[in-house]
C-alpha cells in the first residue's frame, strides 16, 4: 500500500506544521508577493506513485528559494496541489479551479495525455503549463501557443538513448515488452527499436502486455528461448516487477535495459532480476558540490530520509526552471513566462543542466542528461554507472 | 386530479416534464449563484445524467445492470470527434485515416448523428447475444465487451491516435445543447419505460416465467432496450467530446463505468432514480473533492485525504446493496413518488378525520 | 372451440410424469383435473401453458396444430394460467400487474382493459397498492385478474384455493363461475378441496400416475372404484 498509518500520521503532522506556519506566514504576506504554482496532479490514482515523490522534490526546491526571499528574492512561490485523479475531465476542471485560485503557472500530471484537456484549459487562459513527468515528445506541439512544456527530455530521447548503451556494450539482438495501454509504454521502446536497428543491431523479438497484467509467464518464456542478447522492458510497476519476478522463475541471465518509469523504491520488490538489469533515469551528477547534492541534502534536513525516488528530482528542476523563468521574465504574465522559459538555458537543476533554447528536441521540451543506474539490491539503492544524451534520436511524430 | 390516470403516455410526458423541471431549478440556482468550477461541474453532471438515464434504459427496464456503456460512449466520443475535428490537426495526428475522415469537417449535429449512428450499428450486431443472458453471465459479457472496445480503441493507432489524446475536437457542447439533449433523453426514456415494452421487460425483470405467460416476448424487448441505450451512451459521449477538447480511451473505462453504474445502483430502478442518483453521487464527490483539497480558510489547509471519494463511493454502493438495495427512489418516477406522497397524506388526513370524530 | 390433447409424454430424467395423456377441453366447460400428489396434474398443466416442451404429444386448437410451444406463444393462443406458488411481479401495482397481460395480449388502450379485469375481481380501491404487500388470497385474486386480462380461450387454474378460509375460497369459485360465464372460457381447475371440484366442476378427470384413470361428471367420478382406489391408496 501507498500509506501507511505511520507515514499518515506523519504527514498529518506535517500538514499541521505546514499549517501553522502558512498562518503564521499568510499574516505577513500578500497575495501580490506570491507567485502561485497550481498543479492539478494525482494523489489518489494510478499516476500518485509518480507524483508524490515529484512533489516532495517540487517542496525542497520552494522552501530553498522562498528561504532567500523568492523569485528575484522578493517573490514567494506557493504550491497549490489539487487530485484530479487521473481523470481527464477531472484535470481541466482542477485547472480551471487553480486559474480561478490565482495560479501563474499551471503544472498538470505525469502524463501528457490525460494532461491534455487542463492544459489546453491553461493555454486558453495564456499561462504555461507544464507535464510534472509525462514524456510524450508531441504533448507541448498539442496545446496551443506555445503554452505547453514537458519536465523530462521524453521517451524519444530516452529510448534512443538506451540503444546507444546496448550498442556501445555491443549487444547484437534486443528483444523488447511494450504496452500499447498508453504512449509511454511503446513510444519509448519504439524509439529503441529504431535508434537500435539504425545502429546495426537486430529486433529478434516484441512482446505486448496490458497495463495490469499479472502474469508474464509467457512472455518471459519467449523471452529466454529466444536467441536475444538484450532485454528491453517499457513496463513500469506493478507490471514490471511482476513480469522481472516471472523472469526469474523462467532462470532469465539476458541482460534487462528498464525505463525511468521504474526508478522508484518500488522496484526493489522485483527481486534478484535487478542484479541483471540496468535503468535510464535522470540526476545523474552526484559529485560533492553538484546540485544533485545540494538537494539531497536539503531534501535530508526537510524530510529526515534521503530522497526514496528520484523523481523527486525532477520534481525539484520543474520548480527550479519556472522560478529562473519568472526572474528572466521580470513579470508574472503567462506569456512573458512562457517566452522566457522557451529561452531558459543551462540552469541548475537537481538532474543536471535544464535547457529548453533551441530545443533539439522539440519546442518545450527540456534538454537534460540522462543517468543510467544499476540496483544495489541490498541498501534499495540506485547506483549511477554513466551520464549522457543520446546523439541521434527519432523525430516527434 | 389523479396523474396516474389516463393513457399510459400521457403519464410519461407528465413526469418528463416534471423531472425536467426540477433538473432546470438545479441548472439555474448554479447559473444564477455558482462559480465557473460549479458551471463546469453542472455541466458534467448533465452529461452523466444523460449517459445515466441510457444505461437506465437497459439497466433499470431488464434487470441486467450493463458495465459496456462506456464502450457505447467512446463511440459516440470517437465518431463524432474524428469528424469535426480540424483536418489540419488531424493532417498530423492521423495521417494515415482514411481521406473521409481526414478531411472532414462537419457540423455537431450530423457528427453525433454519425456517432450514435456507430453505435447503434454496433449494439444492434452483438445485441442478440446480450439478451440471451441474465444476472451476472450478463455482466461479465458486458464488462468484456468495454475492455475490448478499450483495447481496440488503444490499438487504433492509424484511425484514433490509440492510447494517446486525439485533440482538436470544437468545444461545440454548450449548456444548451446538454439541457436540449437531456430534454430529449428523458422523454424518450420515459417513453420506452413506460411502453408495453418496457412495461412488459421491467414484469419479466420481476418473474420472466409470469410475464412470458402474460404474453411479454422478453428477448426482443431487452433488444429494443439494449439499441436504444446504446444510441443514449453515444450522445452522451459525443457531447463529453466536444466538451473536455481531447479524449483518450482511457476515459471511457473502469473509472467512469464505475461513476455511471454507482449512479443507477444508487438512485434506483426508474428514470428518475437514475437523475437522483447522478445528483447525489456528482455532489458528494464535489464535496469530498473539495474536504480532500483542504479547507481553505485564507491560506491554511486544514485536511488532506487523498482517495477519500472512491473509497465513500464504493461503500456508498456497499450500504446501499445491503440497507436498500432497490436504491434511492426505488422503482419510482417522479409523479408516481408525489402520486404516493399525496395519498398517504389522504390517508393520514382521513384517519386523523375519524379519531377525531370519535 | 376445443382444445385437444393427444398422447402427451412428458419424461423428467427418467421419471415419467405423463404417460400417454389424451384429452379435449371444451370453451365453456370447467373440467376438475384431480389425483394424489405427484400424479402428473401440475406437469400437465405445465405442458398445456408451454413451461415444459413435452416428450411427446400434441395439440390442437381450432385449426391450429402443435407439438412444442413456449409460454408467450400459449399465452398469445389464450392459453392463461396462475401458478400453484403465486407468481406475480413483486414490485408492480396492482395495475401495473394487469397492465402488462392487457399491453401484450390485447388491443386498445391498456389501462382500460386492465380496469375492466381488475372491476371483474373487485379490486377497485387496490389499484394503486403493490402487488407483493396485498393479503395471500388478494394475491391469488390478482394472479387470476392478470391471467383474464386480453385473450382467453381456457384459463388453467392451479390451486386457487390453497391457503384460503372457507370465505375466501368460496369467493374464488364464484369468480371462476362469473368468468367463464362472462368470456365463455374453459377452464381447467385443479384444487386439494375436492368439495370445490364436485361444486363447481362440469367434468372431472383423475390422473394417477401420469395416466387419466378415470373421468366423467363429479357424481360417475365419484363413485368410480378406481378413484377410490387410487386415493385411499394401494
Known amino acids: ?397 | 386530479m389523479n396523474m396516474l390516470a389516463g393513457k399510459w403516455w400521457k403519464q410519461s410526458l407528465v413526469g418528463s416534464a416534471l423531472l425536467l423541471a426540477i433538473v432546470l431549478v438545479i441548472v439555474a440556482i448554479v447559473a444564477l449563484a455558482g462559480s465557473t468550477t460549479d458551471m463546469r461541474i453542472l455541466m458534467v453532471f448533465l452529461i452523466n445524467v444523460i449517459a445515466a438515464i441510457s444505461l437506465q434504459t437497459y439497466a433499470g427496464n431488464s434487470g441486467n445492470i450493463s458495465f459496456g456503456h462506456v464502450g457505447f460512449m467512446a463511440f459516440g466520443a470517437y465518431g463524432s470527434a474524428l469528424f469535426t475535428a480540424d483536418p489540419a490537426i488531424k493532417a498530423i495526428g492521423i495521417p494515415n485515416a482514411p481521406a473521409f475522415i481526414r478531411e472532414a469537417a462537419i457540423g455537431f449535429l450530423p457528427a453525433m448523428l454519425i456517432g450514435t449512428a456507430v453505435a447503434v450499428v454496433v449494439a444492434a450486431a452483438i445485441g442478440r447475444v446480450f439478451v440471451r443472458l441474465s444476472g451476472a453471465a450478463a455482466a461479465v459479457a458486458t464488462l468484456g465487451f468495454m475492455v475490448i472496445i478499450y483495447t481496440l480503441l488503444s490499438n487504433a493507432e492509424e484511425l484514433t491516435r490509440g492510447s494517446k489524446a486525439f485533440s482538436g475536437i470544437p468545444e461545440y457542447t454548450t449548456l444548451g445543447w446538454c439541457v436540449a439533449l437531456l430534454a430529449l433523453t428523458i422523454v424518450v426514456a420515459r417513453l420506452l419505460r413506460d411502453s408495453n415494452t418496457g412495461l412488459g421487460l421491467r414484469a419479466c425483470a420481476d418473474d420472466p416465467i409470469a410475464g412470458q405467460a402474460a404474453g411479454v416476448d422478453i428477448l426482443n424487448s431487452r433488444y429494443v432496450m439494449w439499441v436504444a441505450s446504446a444510441a443514449g451512451a453515444a450522445i452522451a459521449g459525443a457531447l463529453y467530446a466536444h466538451y473536455i477538447g481531447a479524449i483518450l480511451p482511457k476515459a471511457f473505462h473502469f473509472e467512469l463505468t464505475f461513476v455511471l453504474v454507482t449512479m443507477v445502483i444508487v438512485g434506483g430502478r426508474s428514470i428518475t432514480g437514475a437523475v437522483a442518483g447522478a445528483a447525489l453521487i456528482t455532489i458528494l464527490a464535489e464535496v469530498l473533492r473539495r474536504l480532500e483539497n483542504g479547507f481553505s480558510i485564507g491560506s491554511i489547509n486544514l485536511s488532506e485525504a487523498p482517495g477519500l471519494t472512491t473509497a465513500v463511493l464504493a461503500l456508498l454502493i456497499v450500504a446501499t446493496l445491503t440497507i436498500r438495495p432497490q436504491g434511492l427512489v426505488s422503482r419510482w418516477e417522479v409523479e408516481e413518488l408525489l402520486h404516493r406522497w399525496q395519498f398517504r397524506q389522504k390517508e393520514h388526513a382521513s384517519v386523523r378525520a375519524e379519531e377525531n370524530h370519535v | 372451440m376445443h382444445l385437444q390433447a393427444n398422447d402427451v409424454v412428458m419424461k423428467f430424467k427418467g421419471v415419467t410424469a405423463l404417460d400417454g395423456v389424451d384429452m379435449e377441453l371444451r370453451k365453456g366447460e370447467i373440467v376438475g383435473l384431480i389425483g394424489p400428489n405427484g400424479s402428473g396434474k401440475t406437469t400437465f398443466l405445465n405442458v398445456l401453458s408451454g413451461v415444459f416442451t413435452p416428450t411427446n404429444g400434441n395439440f390442437r386448437m381450432g385449426d391450429r396444430q402443435w407439438s412444442k410451444v413456449s409460454l408467450r406463444e400459449a399465452a398469445r393462443l389464450g392459453i392463461r394460467r396462475t401458478f400453484q406458488n403465486i407468481r406475480l411481479f413483486p414490485s408492480f401495482t396492482v395495475m401495473e400487474t394487469v397492465e402488462v397481460a392487457s399491453a401484450w395480449l390485447d388491443k386498445g388502450d391498456r389501462r382500460e382493459n386492465a380496469q375492466i379485469a381488475l372491476d371483474a375481481l373487485n379490486f377497485g380501491q387496490y389499484r394503486d397498492r403493490i402487488a407483493s404487500e396485498l393479503s395471500y388470497g388478494m394475491q391469488r385474486r390478482l394472479e387470476i385478474a392478470r391471467a383474464i386480462a386480453g385473450r382467453l380461450e381456457f384459463l388453467l387454474v392451479d390451486e386457487p384455493t390453497a391457503g384460503l378460509n372457507h370465505g375466501e375460497s368460496q369467493d374464488i369459485v364464484e369468480v371462476l363461475q362469473r368468468i367463464r360465464g362472462q368470456r365463455g372460457c374453459g377452464i381447467v381447475l385443479i384444487d386439494h378441496d375436492l368439495n370445490v371440484i364436485m361444486n363447481v366442476c362440469d367434468r372431472v378427470i383423475v390422473l394417477a400416475e401420469g395416466k387419466i384413470i378415470s373421468s366423467g361428471t363429479p357424481q360417475q367420478v365419484r363413485s368410480d372404484p378406481k378413484v377410490i382406489a387410487a386415493y385411499l391408496g394401494s
Open chain 1, 1 to 397: 500500500m501507498k500509506y501507511s498509518t505511520a507515514s499518515i500520521i506523519k504527514r498529518a503532522g506535517i500538514g499541521l506544521a505546514a499549517a501553522t506556519a502558512m498562518m503564521a506566514w499568510s499574516l505577513a504576506a500578500h497575495a501580490e508577493d506570491t507567485y502561485k504554482i497550481g498543479w492539478a496532479s494525482d494523489k489518489s490514482n494510478y499516476l500518485s506513485f509518480v507524483d508524490e515523490p515529484l512533489a516532495k522534490g517540487m517542496e525542497v526546491a520552494i522552501d530553498e528559494i522562498n528561504a532567500k526571499g523568492g523569485i528575484g528574492g522578493k517573490m514567494k512561490i506557493e504550491l497549490d496541489r489539487r487530485d484530479m485523479k487521473s481523470d481527464p475531465m477531472l484535470g481541466a476542471t482542477v485547472v480551471q479551479e487553480l486559474i480561478a485560485a490565482g495560479a501563474k503557472f499551471i503544472v498538470t500530471t505525469c502524463d501528457t495525455d490525460v494532461s491534455l484537456p487542463g492544459a489546453q484549459m491553461a493555454a486558453k487562459a495564456s499561462l504555461p503549463v507544464m507535464s510534472s513527468c509525462g514524456a510524450d515528445a508531441a504533448g507541448p506541439s498539442q496545446v496551443p501557443d506555445g503554452f505547453g512544456f514537458l519536465n523530462v527530455p521524453g521517451s524519444l530521447t530516452q529510448g534512443a538513448f538506451l540503444a546507444e548503451y546496448a550498442a556501445a556494450k555491443g549487444y547484437k539482438k534486443a528483444f523488447t515488452l511494450k504496452s500499447k495501454s498508453e504512449g509511454y509504454t511503446h513510444t519509448l521502446a519504439n524509439a529503441f527499436e529504431e535508434r537500435f536497428k539504425e545502429l546495426g543491431g537486430e529486433i529478434v523479438g516484441q512482446a505486448f502486455y496490458t497495463l495490469g497484467d499479472s502474469s508474464y509467464r509467457v512472455t518471459a518464456t519467449k523471452m529466454v528461448d529466444s536467441d536475444a542478447d538484450v532485454i528491453m522492458s517499457n513496463a513500469f510497476p506493478s507490471d514490471s516487477t511482476a513480469f522481472l519476478k516471472d523472469m526469474e522463475r523462467l532462470g532469465n541471465t539476458k541482460p534487462l535495459l528498464l525505463v525511468d518509469g521504474n526508478d522508484t523504491p518500488v522496484i526493489f520488490d522485483a527481486g534478484k532480476q535487478l542484479a541483471l538489469s540496468v535503468m535510464a533515469t535522470y540526476g545523474g551528477d552526484r559529485s560533492p558540490g553538484s546540485t544533485f547534492s545540494k538537494f539531497e541534502e536539503e531534501y535530508r534536513a526537510k524530510f529526515g530520509a534521503d530522497p526514496d525516488s528520484l523523481q523527486t528530482a525532477l520534481g525539484y528542476d520543474l520548480v527550479i526552471a519556472v522560478a529562473a523563468a519568472v526572474e528572466a521574465a521580470g513579470s508574472t504574465d503567462g506569456p512573458a513566462v512562457r517566452d522566457a522559459l522557451h529561452n531558459l538555458d543551462n540552469v541548475h537543476g537537481a538532474t543536471g543542466l535544464i535547457t529548453y533554447k533551441d530545443s533539439p528536441i522539440g519546442k518545450g521540451i527540456p534538454k537534460k542528461d540522462y543517468a543510467l543506474v544499476k540496483f544495489d539490491l541490498d541498501n534499495k539503492k540506485f547506483i549511477t554507472l554513466s551520464t549522457g544524451f543520446p546523439e541521434k534520436f527519432p523525430p516527434v511524430k
